[in-house]
C-alpha cells in the first residue's frame, strides 16, 4: 500500500517562529502537493512539485514555501508563523504517468498562538 | 475555472439502507474523478476513483459513477453501516493541469 507519512500529527508554535512540516511517501510518485483545510473553506492547494526541486504555486501560497530535495520528501515552511495559519495541513502524493490516484497522509494540526 | 458542487452537505439515514452521494462539476474535460472518504480530524483516504473511459468502479459495498457530458458523479453505498459515518469528498483534475478541484464534502451520518 502507498503510504504518505507526516512527521507531526500536532503542533503547537508562536507568532514569528519557523515552523517546517515534513512529508515523505514511498511510491516513488513524481507529484506531491501540500493543501490545508479549514471549516467552511475545505481543501485549498498552497504548493505543489512534480519533480525534485520543482515546485510550483497552487492558490494560496503566500507566507509558505517549499522544498524538494528528494524525490520521496516534500517540505512545507512557514519562515514566520501567524495567528492566521493555524489549520490542518495535509500533504498528498500522486504518479500522473499510471492511474493518478492521489493519496494522503494523516494530516498534521498546527496551532499558532 | 472548474466548480465541484456535492449535495447535500450533510445526510442522515438509518443503518442497512442503500444511499447515493452527489457529485457535480462545472467543466467536463477531466481525465479521473476521486471519491473520497475523511473521517474527523484525519487525512483523506481514496475510495474510488474513475478514470474518463470509464463509467462506473466498485470496491466492496460502493459503487462510483461517473457522466461526464452531464458533469456529474455519484457514490452509492450499499446496506451502510455505522462505521460508513465520515465526510465524503469527490475530487477532480482537469486535462494538462495536476491540481485538483475538491467539493466541500457530504457529511454522512449513519443511525444505529
Known amino acids: 500500500d502507498v503510504k504518505v507519512t507526516q512527521s507531526s500529527r500536532y503542533l503547537v508554535k508562536r507568532t514569528g517562529e519557523k515552523v517546517f512540516l515534513e512529508c515523505v511517501q514511498d511510491?516513488?510518485?513524481?507529484?506531491m502537493f501540500w493543501y490545508r483545510q479549514d471549516p467552511g473553506l475545505g481543501l485549498r492547494l498552497i504548493y505543489f512539485?512534480?519533480?525534485?526541486?520543482?515546485?510550483e504555486k497552487g492558490d494560496i501560497p503566500e507566507g509558505y514555501s517549499v522544498s524538494r530535495e528528494k524525490k520521496e520528501r516534500f517540505s512545507l515552511i512557514l519562515e514566520s508563523a501567524s495567528t492566521n495559519q493555524t489549520s490542518m495541513y495535509l500533504c498528498?502524493?500522486?504518479?500522473?504517468?499510471?492511474?493518478?490516484?492521489?493519496?494522503f497522509g494523516e494530516g498534521s494540526r498546527l496551532t499558532v498562538l | 475555472k472548474q466548480e465541484v458542487t456535492q449535495i447535500p452537505a450533510a445526510l442522515s439515514v438509518p443503518e442497512g439502507e442503500n444511499l447515493v452521494l452527489n457529485c457535480s462539476f462545472t467543466?467536463?474535460?477531466?481525465?479521473?474523478l476521486q471519491w473520497f472518504r475523511q473521517d474527523p480530524g484525519k487525512g483523506l483516504t481514496s475510495l474510488l476513483l474513475?478514470?474518463?473511459?470509464?463509467r462506473e468502479q466498485t470496491s466492496g459495498r460502493l459503487n462510483a459513477s461517473l457522466d461526464k457530458s452531464s458533469g456529474r458523479s455519484t457514490l452509492y453505498i450499499a446496506a451502510s453501516q455505522p462505521g460508513d459515518s465520515a465526510t465524503y469528498l469527490c475530487?477532480?483534475?482537469?486535462?494538462?493541469?495536476?491540481?485538483?478541484?475538491f467539493g466541500t464534502g457530504t457529511r454522512l451520518t449513519i443511525i444505529p
Open positions: 498528498a502524493s500522486s504518479d500522473l504517468l499510471t492511474s493518478g490516484e492521489l493519496f
Open positions: 511510491m516513488d510518485h513524481e507529484n
Open positions: 512539485s512534480y519533480d525534485v526541486k520543482m515546485k
Open positions: 467543466d467536463s474535460a477531466i481525465y479521473n
Open positions: 474513475i478514470q474518463s473511459s470509464q
Open positions: 475530487a477532480v483534475p482537469n486535462f494538462g493541469n495536476e491540481k485538483l478541484t
